[in-house]
């Protein structure tokens, strides 16, 4: 939906998706081991600046992020999925403030 491919008029190298909203990210699921044992880096670039956390801390501490960077992951790397990026937006609960622009729900 943010890359637009769901379109007849997709073009790779243009940015033609929606906007989207994410709702109860705190809901998410993981198979296996995954939630032990995945490990998300954090690097500032100074020496000693790595910090890693467990998804499962993660999850607890703030759900927005795992799909904020499962759905990045998935993007062009570069100035072009910045821009596609920026139309992503992730909310723990059921309520965002988007009710004005009467978003339209997507089941899957």
Known sequence: ???GKNKAYYTPHV???DYVIV???DKVKFTGNKLNEKVYDNFSGYP???????????LKRRPE????????????KNRLGRKMYKKLFVYVGTEHPHGAQKPA???F
């Open 15 to 17: 940015d033609c998706g």
């Open 23 to 25: 709702t109860n990210c």
């Open 65 to 76: 992020v795992i799909i904020e960077r499962a759905i990045k992951g998935m993007l062009p």
């Open 1 to 3: 939906m943010l890359r």
């Open 105 to 107: 729900e997507l089941k």
């Open 48 to 58: 000693g600046g790595r910090k890693e956390e467990i998804a499962k801390d993660l």
